[in-house]
Structures are given as C-alpha cells and as structure tokens.
C-alpha cells in the first residue's frame, strides 16, 4: 500500500515538474521574442505619455509673442495659411486664449499629409510650415504603433504585445511561491546570486497588473485585433457611431485621406461634383475658386464660454457638414465633446460627448485615455513611466541572466524532456482560449509547435540547440 502511494506520488511530482518545464520555456520563448519589441514599446511610450508638455516645449517661441500692432483677425491668419498651402484643404484651426500666440492652422493635402501653418498674429508672417508625421510626439506615436514600417510593423508589434501577455501569464505562474519559507525572493529580492533573479521575478511581480492593462487596452488600435473589433462594432445600429481612433497605419492613412475629402475646397483647386449644390453655407463660397472662409472669431468667442476641455480645435462648415465645430480633442477621452452651431445665427444645434457613446466606446475610451496616461492627470503619466521602465528592468535582468546560463553551442532555453506531459483540460483550455483571443498568437503558436516537432524529428542539431531532445524518425 505503501509503495502504490509513494508511486503515485512520485508521477504527480514528475507529471508536475515536466509542466514547470513546459510552461518555463514557453515563458523563455516568449521573452526572447519579446524583448526588443518591448524595449521599443517601452522607450517610445515613455516618450509619448508626455505629448503634451512635450508639445507645449517645441511651441514655447510662438506663445506670448511681443507684437508690433493689433493682432489680425482668425480668418485672417486662417487666409494667410491656406495662402501658403494652396494645394491643401482646411482641417482645422487651433483655439487659443492668448491673442498674441501664433496662430496653428491645420491642413492635409490629398494624399493624407497632415502640416501645420503657425502665422504671427500681427503681421500674417508663416512663421513655420510642419509635416505633423515629423513632430516628436508624433513620430513616438508611430514608432509605438508600427516602428515606421507600415501595416507590416503593426503586424509585428501586435504579435509581440501577444506574446508579451503569455511572457507575463508564465512568469506569474513560474513566481508562484510553493515551498517559501518567507517573503525574501517572494515579495523582495535577496542578495549573493539569487538577487538577479529575484530582482526579475519580483518586479514581474509589481508590474504584472498594470503591464496586461496597457497590452490589453492598446488592442483596439492593433492591425488584425483592432479591424475585427472594428467589423464587430458594425453589428448593431448603436454601434455603428465613427470610432475615434485608428487600426493601424493604413487606418490612419485612410481617416487624414477623409478628412481631406470632406473639408472645404481649396482656393488652388475647382469644386468638384461633390461640392455642387452646397453654395449656401455662411461663411463659405463654394464656387469654381473657393474664396475666404469667414466666421473663426466669432466661433472662438462663444467656443471659449463653453470652457471645453483643451486642446480644442474649430472647423468650419463644409460640403459634408454645414455647421460650424468646436471639437475638444482631449486625449483625456472622457472629456472629449463636440459642439456644432447654425452657419448663420451660430447658435447650438447639437452637442455630443462621452456620454452619448455605446458602451463598448465607452470602455474602449477610458482605456484608451489611461493607457495613454491622461485618464487621471499627470499621476497616470508617472504610473505609465514606472510601468515602462519596469518593462525594461525585465528586459535587463532577463538578458544577464540569460547570459550568465548559457552554453556556447546552445540556445540557452531550458531543456525540455524526452516525452511532453499531459497538460490539464483547464490548461489547455486557456491555451485555446487566448489563441482565438488573440489571432496573431494563435497563429504563431501554430507555426512554434510545427517546427518543434519538425526539429525533433528531422533536424536534431536544430533541435539540440533549442534544447529539444532529438526523436528518431520511425522505420
């Protein structure tokens, strides 16, 4: 009796040790995967938690300018802009507060690029003419999203934040304390050599939550993710309200090229078919030369009584929308409204916000808005710096310590065993569950598996080094 009982419990520990195994290399792998991705997620999100003060710094010389008269008017300055892009259509014009700040009048062309015209207020000097790609802030937005390499990096990008969410998975599971005798190497590190490691899986720790919260929150804007959610949306008729983010490069690309299609005619340019039959809006002539827009002052003046929160930009009456906007684009997506005013009495006709979103916009936004660290103020900023410098604590620690174990000739993964264990129905359950949660994961799990076993059996020096053991192709 007593030797069945040792033996039973002499398989379940093997049966144990053999998914320790298991579930150690999977974390292994996903690590090594990951970590370049992570460090440049890491870095270019540190940098773009900051948009703001990091905006507000490069304008710093165009504020509180010392002027030599009156300020011109808005549609002034907005006509000097447009005067200098001529090929380029109004998208919208920046409200100010202070007179004397430079105006910032934004335009896109028809192939999507965004510029932004700052006009001295005084004299209608161009005092700088930028592509909005070439900003810093908005370069770190497009490395963070696709590392300048199109539709393609996204794809990348996607499958590493995939991969990173089963890097964090393992790594609780690897941490979890079954034989501690105290919180040293649970809850903190301890010194001599156990310290690098412990140093890792303790602040894997700490990081964990708030790591799974930016890569599940940042999904929506994912490629393959974000344009399945996209298509969901479009199920029901409350759902069917624009988003107001994008999936990926392409997406992007494609809401600037819309933009252009639905503002007003430029002044180099003749009206088009889709602009006939829309001459009556105030403040606008949409004939064969589209002249002067007119009504910027007058928009600003009642848009500042709203107080809407800031950055708020104002677009003026177009082929597709008649009415005059005053738009916040906080990136505090909660905050976020729209105001829209009569082209003639400029009184309010409609107003949307946050409130008036479905549900799943609802999330999505507040997500979006924490993950981008505005949700809360400058506290969400620091969170999301000390989240990502965690990342790379992680990526540091791992890389000694990977290092430091391996073999020349080898890999360094750990050694897996002859024969794989059977893994529980509820872990398997988990495994499917995220691949069809996350198709890029899914899919990649796919290949991994498949070569693995193509390497055991057909290429074992592949295999060795992976630190597969090699099995023999049967007669």
């Not at 504020?63 to 200098?84: K, T, W, Y």
């Not at 989240?387 to 360094?412: C, E, I, K, N, Y």
Request: net charge positive.
């Amino acid at each position: 009796m007593t030797a069945t009982v040792k033996t039973a419990r002499d398989a379940a520990l093997a049966d144990y040790a053999a998914i320790y195994r298991t579930i150690w290399r999977w974390h292994f792998y996903a690590g090594l995967f990951c970590l370049p991705f992570v460090t440049i997620l890491a870095l270019s999100g540190s940098v773009y938690l900051f948009k703001p003060q990091i905006d507000a710094f490069f304008d710093r010389p165009y504020n509180h300018m010392a002027l030599s008269g009156p300020a011109r008017s808005i549609d002034d300055q907005v006509e000097a802009a447009l005067a200098a892009l001529p090929q380029s259509r109004l998208k919208g014009v920046a409200l100010r507060n202070d007179a004397s700040d430079a105006a910032r009048v934004q335009v896109v062309d028809a192939q999507g690029r965004e510029q932004r015209v700052l006009v001295r207020p005084d004299t209608l000097e161009i005092l700088k003419v930028e592509a909005e790609k070439w900003r810093l802030s908005t370069l770190m937005h497009d490395i963070h999203g696709s590392m300048l390499l199109g539709d393609a990096g996204a794809i990348i990008l996607e499958l590493a934040g995939a991969w990173a969410i089963v890097m964090i998975l393992t790594g609780l599971y690897l941490w979890w304390p079954r034989n501690a005798t105290g919180l040293a190497g649970v809850l903190y590190p301890r010194g001599g050599r156990p310290f690098l490691r412990d140093l890792h899986a303790v602040t894997g720790l700490y990081v964990s939550f708030f790591a799974l919260f930016l890569l599940i929150s940042g999904l929506p804007w994912t490629k393959v993710w974000g344009e399945a959610f996209r298509m969901s949306r479009g199920i029901t008729p409350a759902q069917q309200a624009k988003m107001d983010w994008t999936t990926g490069p392409a997406s992007a690309r494609a809401q600037r090229v819309s933009a252009y299609r639905e503002a007003p005619p430029a002044r180099g340019e003749a009206a088009s078919s889709e602009h006939e039959g829309h001459e009556s809006h105030a403040g606008m002539n949409h004939g064969a030369a589209p002249t002067r827009i007119e009504g910027f002052d007058k928009l600003a003046a009642i848009a500042r009584s709203y107080r809407l929160a800031e950055p708020v930009t104002l677009v003026p009456p177009s082929p597709k929308n008649p009415n005059w906007q005053a738009r916040s684009e906080s990136q505090n997506r909660p905050l976020r409204e729209t105001l829209s005013f009569d082209p003639i009495s400029f009184e309010l006709v409609k107003r949307e916000d946050f409130s008036g979103k479905a549900f799943i916009d609802k999330v999505v936004g507040v997500g979006v808005a924490a993950h981008e660290g505005h949700l809360f103020g400058f506290a969400n900023q620091l969170l999301g710096l000390v989240t990502a410098l965690s990342f790379l604590t992680l990526v540091v620690t791992s890389l000694l310590m990977w290092l430091r174990r391996r073999q020349a000739g080898a890999l360094g993964a750990p050694p897996a065993l002859a024969e794989k264990p059977s893994l529980a129905p509820a872990l398997v359950l988990l495994i499917v569950l995220l691949g069809v949660f996350l198709p890029t994961l899914g899919a990649s799990l796919i290949v991994v598996l498949c070569f693995e076993a193509a390497a055991r059996r057909f290429m074992p020096g592949v295999a060795r080094w992976l630190g597969l053991a090699p099995r023999a192709a049967s007669a």
